[in-house]
């Protein structure tokens, strides 16, 4: 059994800061790409940024510069530093990660974690 989960959403003022974790557990062989995607009430899931096994990053437009995704592969952890929020980002942020037992590799997604910016 493999679960992802994410935390550390919560209610933060536009120009603040706030730290997501998404953390795999179970029986895990290796952890490959891990992605941020993002869901606002009413809008199409919007993919937020992606991380390799390697380390390569990759981030949407309309984070760029704002947000910084990083893992500790050690803890099957992956991280979201979310700076400069606006109203905007406001949405249920979910990981999704392509995780191997050995025996096969799955793609996996966490239940998400509700960021609000609002003042």
């Known amino acids: 059994q493999v679960q992802l989960v994410e935390f550390g959403g919560g209610l933060v003022q536009p120009g603040g800061s706030l730290r997501l974790s998404c953390a795999a557990s179970?029986?895990?062989?290796?952890?490959?790409?891990v992605a941020w995607y993002r869901q606002a009430p009413g809008k199409q899931r919007e993919w937020v940024a992606r991380?390799?096994?390697?380390?390569?990053?990759g981030y949407a437009v309309s984070v760029k510069d704002r947000f910084t995704i990083s893992r500790d592969s050690a803890k099957n952890t992956v991280y979201l530093q979310m700076n400069s929020l606006n109203v905007e980002d406001t949405a249920v942020y979910l990981c999704n990660a392509y995780i191997s037992t050995g025996a096969v590799t799955q793609s996996y997604w966490g239940q998400g974690t509700q960021v609000t910016v609002s003042s």
């Open positions: 991380i390799t096994r390697g380390g390569d990053s």
């Open positions: 179970g029986s895990i062989f290796s952890v490959g790409t």
